[in-house]
């Protein structure tokens, strides 16, 4: 009885190692076609000739490495409308040309594919294929016609095609697009518009020409989409589509970062403003020179009926008050002082305090600590912001250093908001608006004239002394705050001792650290909203993950199979 128990016992052992075996072995056979790289494609350069009647002659140049998988490479042109891909080339690395075969049968073998060529005709559109040949690192060059690629709409012509599409298989790690005029047309953007969506990269008018090209990977998502303008009369397409190109880009907006209000969003009524700001276009140069006549005007006006004002102008408004500085100057406007100036309103409301704390780096410095904001919807609405973005920047300790407000102020998440507070920042007027204001005025520019002739109180007593703090405030707005604070310390040098949140207030050091960044973050998103509304006007620039609806020509798949 042993014996047979030991025997099953080896017999199941032996059976189990047999199994094991065998599945080792399958595993095995199974493994090199389960580790096999796929083919990969290094780079993508597509070069586009458009002809006058928007015939598009396109060299594409795949650099790739093939391994032993898939009979042949191909990409998809599909929803092309009346357009249609004539006069098909292919030749690889070594300049053997391929044969054009015609309609292709893409069940045939891999060698019965090598070095010919042809293409699959789609009910809505086409299939260009050609063999894969040897493995190893490979070139192909696809020459082509097609037509209709430059369409007409009834209020420009343009391109709106898919050079490569998002399920392309393998994809580029570098491609490059340029689209030239054959009769040398020169492409900018007095007479054109360009937008790129589904890539991060950059579009845009260079030596005539128009170049896309990606700057990062274009992942599971992305592809090459690029959209086009010119104007009437560049060209003459035979292919026309009877919605205009606004309402196309429109649709090729949606979902994109070229959010601006754009031309797309016109009504007839606003074209027709457009067509009388131009007919007024002289007009409004000989009123500028009005306006400017006036300023002079009013200046010396004011120079003339101006006597010192003791008091704080305009209950307290600094954005009001920085309008009218704004409005008296001859050349631009200034907002800078402005944001200093509200820094120190809320620290003399003790929103803000400078304390002694570790930063980042285990060192004692004086920084900013945001205190909550009461009653805030008793307050400026700028003050409100000013405090909401520091505090946000702070986090949960509370305490702002210059880092943590740069990193807030670049942060992409946080564009929006930042947009908004510099449109609220740079809000524009004229000095036309203060003609039946001139008690404002006098009180703003009165405050300014007492400020700059602060030395002369020590002759006549100092009563003002609790508007010390409010002079500092409106001496920044002006410009004037290191002579006035020089001033007011060489006047009551004590004052400045006893006065914590004075002293704070003088702290030049402190606040401007934090004053140039958040001031010069506000310059680079003025800056950036500047180029986003050039983007979206076509003057080029980055181009759109998102967006690129509306059903642009080509696309449909395509890589290795």
Same mark, same amino acid.
């Given at each position: 009885?042993?014996r047979r128990?030991?025997?099953?016992?080896?017999?199941?052992?032996?059976s189990?190692?047999?199994?094991?075996?065998?599945?080792?072995?399958?595993?095995?056979?199974l493994?090199?076609?389960?580790?096999?790289?796929?083919?990969?494609m290094?780079?993508?350069v597509?070069?586009?000739?458009?002809?006058?009647?928007?015939?598009?002659?396109i060299?594409?140049?795949?650099?790739?490495?093939?391994?032993?998988?898939?009979?042949e490479?191909?990409?998809?042109?599909?929803?092309?409308?009346?357009?249609?891909?004539?006069?098909?080339?292919v030749?690889?690395?070594s300049?053997?040309?391929?044969?054009?075969?015609?309609e292709?049968?893409?069940?045939r073998?891999?060698?019965?594919?090598?070095?010919?060529?042809?293409?699959v005709?789609?009910?809505?559109?086409?299939?260009v294929?050609w #063999? !894969?040949? =040897?493995? *190893?690192?490979?070139?192909?060059?696809? %020459?082509?016609?097609?037509?209709?690629l430059? $369409?007409?709409?009834?209020?420009?012509?343009?391109?709106?095609?898919?050079?490569m599409?998002?399920?392309?298989?393998?994809?580029?790690?570098?491609?490059?697009?340029t689209?030239?005029?054959?009769?040398?047309?020169?492409?900018?953007?007095?007479?054109?518009?360009?937008?790129?969506?589904?890539?991060?990269?950059?579009?845009?008018?260079y030596?005539?020409?128009?170049?896309?090209?990606?700057?990062?990977?274009?992942?599971?998502?992305?592809g090459?989409?690029v959209?086009?303008?010119?104007?009437?009369?560049?060209?003459?397409?035979?292919?026309?589509?009877?919605?205009?190109?606004?309402?196309k880009?429109?649709?090729?907006?949606e979902?994109?970062?070229y959010?601006?209000?754009?031309i797309?969003?016109?009504t007839?009524?606003?074209?027709?403003?457009?067509?009388f700001v131009? #007919? !007024?276009? =002289?007009? *409004?140069?000989?009123?500028?020179?009005? %306006?400017?006549?006036?300023l002079?005007?009013? $200046?010396?006006?004011?120079?003339?009926?101006?006597?010192?004002?003791?008091?704080?102008?305009?209950?307290?408004?600094?954005?009001?008050?920085?309008?009218?500085?704004?409005?008296?100057?001859?050349?631009?406007?200034?907002?800078?002082?402005?944001?200093?100036?509200?820094?120190?309103?809320?620290?003399n409301?003790?929103i803000?305090?400078?304390e002694?704390?570790?930063?980042?780096?285990?060192?004692?410095?004086?920084?900013?600590?945001?205190h909550?904001?009461?009653?805030?919807?008793?307050?400026?609405?700028?003050?409100?912001?000013?405090?909401?973005?520091?505090?946000?920047?702070?986090?949960?300790?509370?305490?702002?250093?210059?880092?943590?407000?740069?990193?807030y102020?670049?942060?992409?998440?946080?564009t929006?908001?930042?947009?908004?507070f510099?449109?609220m920042?740079?809000?524009?007027?004229?000095?036309s608006?203060y003609?039946?204001?001139?008690d404002?005025?006098?009180?703003?520019?009165?405050?300014?004239k007492?400020?700059e002739?602060f030395?002369?109180?020590?002759?006549?007593?100092?009563?003002?002394v609790?508007?010390?703090?409010?002079?500092?405030?409106?001496a920044?707005?002006?410009?004037?705050?290191?002579?006035?604070?020089k001033?007011?310390?060489?006047?009551?040098?004590e004052?400045?001792?006893?006065?914590?949140?004075?002293?704070?207030?003088?702290n030049?050091?402190?606040?401007h650290?934090?004053?140039?960044?958040?001031?010069?973050?506000?310059?680079?998103?003025?800056?950036r909203?500047?180029?986003?509304?050039?983007?979206?006007?076509g003057h080029?620039?980055?181009?759109?993950?998102?967006?690129?609806?509306?059903?642009?020509s080509?696309?449909?798949?395509?890589?290795?199979?």
């Amino acid at each position: 009885m042993m014996r047979r128990k030991k025997h099953t016992q080896t017999s199941m052992k032996h059976s189990r190692n047999k199994t094991l075996c065998l599945l080792l072995l399958l595993f095995g056979c199974l493994f090199p076609a389960l580790s096999t790289a796929m083919s990969t494609m290094d780079s993508l350069v597509i070069h586009v000739t458009l002809m006058h009647n928007g015939d598009a002659r396109i060299i594409e140049r795949r650099i790739m490495d093939v391994d032993n998988e898939g009979t042949e490479c191909y990409f998809c042109l599909y929803n092309m409308g009346e357009s249609h891909v004539l006069n098909l080339r292919v030749t690889d690395e070594s300049g053997t040309e391929y044969e054009n075969i015609g309609e292709w049968d893409v069940e045939r073998s891999r060698s019965e594919k090598t070095n010919r060529c042809g293409i699959v005709t789609k009910n809505n559109g086409y299939e260009v294929c050609w #063999g !894969l040949g =040897a493995e *190893g690192k490979r070139t192909y060059t696809t %020459e082509y016609t097609l037509t209709g690629l430059v $369409r007409s709409y009834p209020d420009a012509d343009g391109i709106r095609h898919i050079f490569m599409d998002c399920n392309v298989k393998p994809k580029p790690v570098f491609a490059h697009i340029t689209i030239e005029a054959e009769d040398s047309t020169v492409f900018s953007s007095e007479h054109c518009g360009v937008w790129g969506f589904r890539f991060g990269g950059e579009v845009g008018f260079y030596d005539g020409k128009i170049v896309a090209y990606n700057t990062e990977s274009f992942g599971s998502e992305g592809g090459l989409y690029v959209m086009t303008r010119f104007d009437k009369g560049m060209f003459e397409p035979t292919v026309s589509e009877e919605e205009t190109f606004e309402k196309k880009k429109e649709e090729a907006f949606e979902g994109s970062d070229y959010e601006t209000d754009s031309i797309s969003n016109w009504t007839f009524e606003d074209w027709c403003s457009v067509l009388f700001v131009i #007919g !007024l276009f =002289a007009w *409004g140069i000989f009123d500028r020179i009005g %306006e400017q006549i006036n300023l002079w005007r009013a $200046r010396r006006k004011l120079k003339k009926n101006l006597t010192w004002y003791r008091d704080i102008p305009l209950d307290g408004d600094l954005q009001e008050a920085n309008k009218i500085i704004n409005a008296y100057r001859y050349v631009g406007s200034n907002d800078n002082n402005l944001i200093s100036a509200c820094i120190l309103k809320l620290i003399n409301m003790g929103i803000i305090t400078i304390e002694e704390r570790l930063n980042s780096k285990g060192k004692i410095k004086p920084n900013f600590v945001i205190h909550p904001l009461e009653n805030a919807n008793e307050l400026p609405r700028l003050l409100c912001t000013i405090h909401d973005i520091f505090s946000n920047a702070a986090g949960e300790d509370t305490v702002l250093e210059t880092q943590e407000l740069r990193q807030y102020v670049d942060a992409k998440c946080n564009t929006s908001k930042m947009e908004s507070f510099v449109s609220m920042l740079h809000s524009k007027t004229s000095v036309s608006k203060y003609k039946n204001r001139q008690d404002d005025v006098l009180q703003v520019f009165g405050l300014k004239k007492y400020l700059e002739d602060f030395t002369l109180l020590n002759e006549r007593g100092v009563k003002e002394v609790t508007l010390w703090k409010d002079y500092m405030i409106y001496a920044t707005l002006f410009g004037i705050a290191e002579k006035v604070i020089k001033d007011m310390k060489a006047i009551n040098p004590e004052y400045f001792r006893m006065d914590q949140i004075a002293a704070q207030m003088a702290n030049d050091a402190t606040i401007h650290a934090i004053y140039s960044t958040f001031s010069s973050g506000a310059a680079r998103t003025a800056a950036r909203r500047a180029a986003r509304e050039a983007r979206a006007a076509g003057h080029g620039g980055h181009s759109s993950w998102g967006g690129g609806g509306g059903g642009f020509s080509g696309g449909g798949g395509g890589g290795v199979r």
